[in-house]
């Protein structure tokens, strides 16, 4: 009989990672996810890649694969780490070596942004990547497992169904009995574009750019500036903006807008920045300025749940984690590559290998969710009652 696919919901970095690991190890798989296209909404921030996020990703992919990758990768050292007062232009410290507090390989921040990363993942794995298809559950079978559309329909059965579409997952909260949850923060942010020349008076290195003269509280800026694309015009350079719970407020508090709207708050609050900081919101490209939430899973870790062997949850649907750090995507691919190992050798889902993956998992990401949380209770000035409502 023909083995029973692995299905995973979710097409994010790590449900097509996992995706690689199996098409590479020869593990029949289908991945559903709910837009019409990859590019379909916007991507968001550029991601950071540490050590152990580049190792992950190593794993997985063949060599020549991952060269492919980590060419694509941008490369930041420059003058290190620098911290801007946003509104009078002061260094307020400056760490030389970028390795110290941000790099991973060769002591530079690695870095790539999500849209690529997803498409670099997503090669050789076209014909098995259904877009159009937003699981809200699942049905067990005798012996195997069955994704349920939102449409009512069903997918074909498959030997194990892996949660990986984000922190709305409804795979997690079924497999978890709801104890898999997700806070909402109060901080909100905003990512925004601009023309490699509008970051010109920066050079090269990693900037964070901090106000504390806005009334509603404290609003920052984080941006890193490649010597690579440096002087290409076609090329755009990301910033993202956060801010304390109260300072960023979009309209009728729906955070799905996306463009001129979010361009607009984001020129407001800075428009009394620094004139060297000023061009990267006066020449930002409009139409990809977009809203984000920052939430957070449970902070005091992943929680324990009943194992059901064929159902498990990877990425942000099994630890959400707020930007601080930088560390939830390199968590996420750690996940990937963990199953992935597993399930290969195990040549297929068997009984104990969600088990096994869950208990690892539990491990190192509890520690990324506290290290996150507990980053973002400075950075951000938010608290979570995990007895509180979830979001």
């Known amino acids: 009989m023909a083995q029973k696919p692995v299905l995973i919901s979710g097409a994010g970095l790590a449900s097509l990672l996992l995706a690689r690991s199996l098409l590479r190890s020869n593990i029949p798989f289908q991945v559903?996810?709910?837009?019409?296209?990859?590019?379909?909404?916007?991507?968001g921030y550029r991601l950071r890649l540490s050590n152990e996020g580049l190792n992950a990703i190593e794993?997985?992919?063949?060599?020549?694969?991952?060269?492919?990758?980590?060419?694509?990768?941008?490369?930041?050292?420059?003058a290190g780490f620098a911290h801007f007062d946003a509104v009078t232009g002061e260094l307020l410290e400056q760490t030389r070596t970028v390795g110290e507090m941000l790099g991973s390989r060769d002591g530079k921040v690695v870095g790539i942004a999500r849209g690529d990363m997803r498409a670099l993942f997503m090669e050789g794995c076209e014909e098995f990547v259904h877009f159009n298809k937003h699981v809200k559950g699942y049905e067990l079978t005798d012996d195997?497992?069955?994704?349920?559309?939102?449409?009512?329909?069903?997918?074909?059965?498959?030997?194990?169904?892996?949660?990986?579409?984000?922190?709305?997952?409804?795979?997690?909260?079924?497999?978890?009995g709801g104890k898999l949850k997700v806070y909402d923060t109060g901080a909100r942010g905003i990512h925004g574009q601009a023309p490699t020349t509008a970051f010109k008076s920066l050079g090269e290195g990693v900037f964070?750019?901090?106000?504390?003269?806005?009334?509603?509280?404290?609003?920052?800026?984080?941006?890193?500036?490649?010597?690579?694309?440096?002087?290409d015009p076609n090329v755009e350079f990301g910033w993202?903006?956060?801010?304390?719970?109260?300072?960023?407020?979009?309209?009728?508090?729906?955070?799905?807008?996306?463009?001129?709207?979010?361009?607009?708050i984001a020129k407001s609050l800075t428009q009394k920045w620094d004139p060297r900081f000023k061009p990267l919101f006066d020449n930002m490209n409009e139409g990809q300025a977009a809203f984000w939430k920052i939430t957070c899973s449970t902070p005091s870790g992943?929680?324990?749940?009943?194992?059901?062997?064929?159902?498990?949850?990877?990425?942000?649907?099994?630890?959400?984690?707020?930007?601080?750090?930088?560390?939830?995507?390199?968590?996420?691919?750690?996940?990937?590559?963990?199953?992935?190992?597993?399930?290969?050798?195990?040549?297929?889902?068997?009984?104990?290998?969600?088990?096994?993956?869950?208990k690892g998992m539990r491990v190192y990401a509890s520690e990324a969710v506290k290290y996150s949380y507990g980053m973002a209770t400075k950075q951000f000035q938010v608290t979570i009652d995990e007895m509180s409502e979830v979001s």
């Open 302 to 358: 992943v929680p324990e749940w009943p194992n059901e062997p064929r159902v498990t949850v990877i990425g942000d649907a099994a630890h959400g984690m707020t930007p601080a750090g930088g560390i939830g995507a390199n968590t996420a691919v750690q996940d990937s590559a963990l199953l992935g190992r597993l399930l290969r050798e195990a040549g297929g889902n068997q009984p104990g290998v969600t088990e096994e993956y869950e």
């Open 32 to 43: 559903f996810e709910r837009d019409a296209t990859l590019s379909f909404r916007g991507q």
């Open 59 to 78: 794993s997985v992919l063949d060599p020549a694969a991952f060269q492919k990758f980590y060419d694509r990768c941008g490369k930041t050292a420059g």
């Open 208 to 231: 964070r750019l901090v106000d504390d003269t806005n009334p509603d509280g404290r609003v920052t800026i984080i941006t890193n500036v490649r010597p690579n694309d440096m002087d």
């Open 144 to 176: 195997g497992v069955r994704a349920i559309f939102a449409d009512g329909t069903k997918s074909d059965e498959g030997s194990l169904l892996v949660g990986g579409e984000g922190i709305k997952s409804r795979v997690a909260k079924q497999v978890s």
């Open 240 to 264: 993202t903006m956060a801010g304390v719970p109260g300072t960023i407020k979009a309209p009728n508090d729906d955070y799905s807008i996306v463009g001129e709207v979010a361009a607009k």
